[in-house]
């Protein structure tokens, strides 16, 4: 279902004199890291306007950001009160999420976004036509359980084209429970879904456990360990030289 860009009147835009206001998300700003990526595929596709998919986007911490710099964006996620808005557990009792659409109508950005009500596992791209596509913090979602780590993360390099970018952030167990779910990895698991024919890891760093202060979705400060992985997707075999075909990246 492609929802696009609908009236919404918790949309809070303030416009003064000519200049918008920039709209926060609830699960705050991005890492400088985000930045450093956008760049670095920006060096890597220059002078274009790149087409940039955020699975999982909720608000759109990372759609934004993108958006602001020029690119065209999908952004999925298959919560309805991220995208549209609504009430969400916060710190003392609900608050209002005003949601990614409205966030987007306050920048005037929407004819950036593409924004998806769905779930990235299931529904297939119509063509690879990412130049860089990230998840973050959503591959260990229990609805996710309904599908093996390795269709998941099928998924979701299914949408980035030849030469294209995939980051994503991934939790690993802390507890006993977390254990016993395919979909938190242990060290080294995601990247072994990554086989040398198809695409180059240029990173796959686990971070020591951090402890997060309460965000939206989880009120209470609690610990994550986190990995964060890049890789880029290599011509496909079949397009490549005869020659080239047997050597690694
Ligand atoms: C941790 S939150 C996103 C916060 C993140 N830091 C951000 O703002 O981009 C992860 C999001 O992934 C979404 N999600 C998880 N699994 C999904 C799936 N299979 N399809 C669509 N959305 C999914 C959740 O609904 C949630 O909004």
Redesign the pocket.
């Known amino acids: 279902m492609d929802v696009r860009i609908a009236a919404d009147q918790h949309g809070q835009g303030r416009l003064t004199t000519g200049r918008i206001m920039r709209t926060k998300?609830m699960?705050?700003v991005?890492p400088s890291r985000f930045y450093r990526l956008l760049r670095n595929v920006e060096a890597a596709f220059p002078a274009r306007s790149l087409s940039i998919a955020?699975?999982?986007?909720?608000?759109?911490?990372?759609?934004l950001p993108a958006a602001r710099r020029g690119h065209q964006v999908l952004a999925?996620?298959?919560?309805q009160v991220?995208l549209f808005g609504g009430k969400k557990p916060g710190i003392g009792g609900e608050v209002w999420m005003p949601g990614l659409v409205a966030r987007l109508q306050q920048e005037k950005l929407h004819h950036r976004v593409d924004v998806v009500q769905?779930?990235?596992?299931?529904?297939k791209p119509a063509q690879r036509a990412a130049h860089l596509a990230?998840?973050?913090?959503?591959?260990q979602?229990s609805?996710?359980l309904q599908?093996s780590v390795r269709a998941?993360v099928a998924s979701i390099q299914s949408f980035v084209r030849p030469r294209g970018y995939l980051y994503i952030?991934y939790m690993l167990p802390m507890e006993q429970k977390h254990r016993e779910r395919e979909n938190f990895f242990a060290r080294g698991a995601l990247h072994a879904l990554f086989p040398a024919t198809e695409w180059h890891v240029l990173y796959d760093r686990v971070l020591p456990p951090l402890l997060e202060k309460a965000h939206v979705?989880n009120p209470v400060d609690h610990f994550h360990h986190w990995g964060h992985l890049l890789a880029r997707r290599q011509v496909s075999p079949a397009r490549r030289p005869r020659s080239d075909r047997r050597g690694g990246p």
Request: hydrophobic content about 35%; aromatic content about 10%; charged content about 25%.
């Open positions: 998300s699960w705050g991005p955020i699975l999982g986007c909720s608000d759109g911490k990372f759609v999925i996620d298959i919560d991220a769905a779930d990235f596992v299931e529904g990230v998840t973050s913090g959503s591959i979602y609805r996710n599908h998941i952030d979705d």
